[in-house]
Each structure stands twice: as structure tokens, then as C-alpha cells.
């Protein structure tokens, strides 16, 4: 497709258990970025991916959240254990220069039952 | 210290009018790029504009509009000929060169809400 995708759009799961949100992103893009948006708030920065460079994971809230990215396209976020708090949007998203334009996804909405 | 200010959580306009939405930036670095994000009510992110710290005209978008004051590191979004489907979460958003490509980071949003 033209734009990012992500996978699924809705997850319902038990606190406790795993997940795995996925990201597609527009073929090409270098850079891929997760963000979290909690009921009514603004966008938190996760993690970010450039190239072959190591990720930014500065904005990970704790050792329960991880991500990959394999072959520099697809990208997996990962919540271990998952709380009620986890329970928000995932957005990714994607862009093909330094300072530019990100796209975004429709996000992925979590709810930690 | 916060890199992006909204400083109005809601702002509300009569259709057909022009409305300004605030915002003030954080950064010592010289290359950045500043973005308006609009979220409706479904949840989607939509670009509106973009402003790069170089650039010397300011950016326009149709109805869209930045009023970029660099020296005061102020970069209002304004919204020409309102619509009801204006309604929506606004965002502004910087992205700092640094040495790589830089994350965005977003302001708290602005919920706009246009009367007919």
C-alpha cells in the first residue's frame, strides 16, 4: 500500500499477558517512529529507528516495552506483561528525510483489560 | 523544559471566521522543521504545514497559515474562512536535525470547536 500500516487496529487483552503491535511502512522511509496517545492527550515518543543506526529507545517507558525492526522495513513493538496502563493508541510512523514530513498510521488501539 | 507550548487547551471560533492557534518552541539547534497536525475525532493524524527553520517566506496551505517569529521561536498556525470541519485536536510539532534524523515532538494539542 501507499502508506503506513499497522496491525491490528484493535487488541483486547488480559493484564498480564503479551502483545505485539506491527508497523508497515511506506516502502522506502528510512526513518520509522512509535508513539503512544493516551485518552485525550498529546503523542509520547517511544522509539525510533534510522537506517542501520542503533534506535532511540529514550522514550520506552519500562523493560516491558521493546521494538525491532527487521530488514529496515517492519517494525514490531512488543509489551510484556501488560498493565491497564498500557491501554492507549500506538501510532507509527514513517518519513524519508531528516527534518521533514512524518506519516503516520491509524494506530493500533490497546485496551488492557 | 518543554520543547513545544500549546498554551490554549480549547479555543472555539464562529464558522467563517479566522482563528490563530499558539505555539512556542524550545530548541538551540539551528536546523529544525515545525509541523501542524490535525487530529478529528476518528483519530487520524493529518499533516497541514510545514515551516523548516531555513525557510524565509512563511509556509501557506490553502486555508492554512503559519505565522513563523523566529526570534520569538513562535510559530502560530492560523485557520483562514473556519469550517465546521475544522473541529478537531491540533498539533504542533518540532523536529531537530541533531546528528540524525530527529524524533517529533508534539505539543498538548489544542481542541478546536468551530459554531455554525
Known amino acids: 500500500g501507499a502508506g503506513v500500516s499497522q496491525s491490528p487496529s484493535n487488541k483486547v487483552t488480559e493484564k498480564g499477558k503479551d502483545v505485539e503491535l506491527r508497523c508497515d511502512p511506506i516502502?522506502?522511509?528510512?526513518?520509522l517512529y512509535w508513539y503512544r496517545q493516551s485518552l485525550g492527550q498529546g503523542l509520547e515518543f517511544l522509539i525510533y529507528f534510522q537506517g542501520n543506526s542503533a534506535p532511540d529507545k529514550s522514550g520506552l517507558p519500562s523493560d516491558r516495552f521493546s521494538a525491532e525492526r527487521t530488514g529496515g522495513s517492519v517494525s514490531t513493538l512488543t509489551i510484556q506483561r501488560t498493565q491497564q496502563e498500557d491501554s492507549a493508541v500506538y501510532l507509527c510512523?514513517?518519513?524519508?528525510?531528516?527534518?521533514?514530513?512524518?506519516?503516520f498510521g491509524e494506530g493500533s488501539r490497546l485496551t488492557v483489560l | 523544559a518543554q520543547k513545544i507550548t500549546q498554551t490554549q487547551p480549547g479555543m472555539f471560533v464562529q464558522e467563517k471566521e479566522a482563528v490563530t492557534l499558539d505555539c512556542t518552541y524550545d530548541t538551540s539547534d539551528p536546523s529544525y522543521g515545525l509541523f501542524w497536525y490535525k487530529q478529528p475525532s476518528s483519530g487520524e493524524m493529518i499533516f497541514l504545514i510545514y515551516?523548516?527553520?531555513?525557510?524565509?517566506q512563511n509556509a501557506t496551505e490553502g486555508r492554512y497559515s503559519l505565522n513563523f517569529q523566529k526570534a520569538r521561536k513562535s510559530a502560530n498556525l492560523v485557520i483562514s474562512a473556519s469550517q465546521l470541519g475544522d473541529s478537531a485536536m491540533y498539533f504542533c510539532a518540532m523536529r531537530e536535525r541533531g546528528t540524525s534524523y530527529g524524533k517529533l515532538t508534539f505539543g498538548q494539542g489544542t481542541i478546536l470547536t468551530v459554531h455554525p
Open positions: 516502502s522506502g522511509h528510512t526513518a
Open positions: 515551516q523548516g527553520s531555513y525557510d524565509q
Open positions: 510512523a514513517s518519513s524519508s528525510t531528516p527534518v521533514g514530513e512524518l506519516f
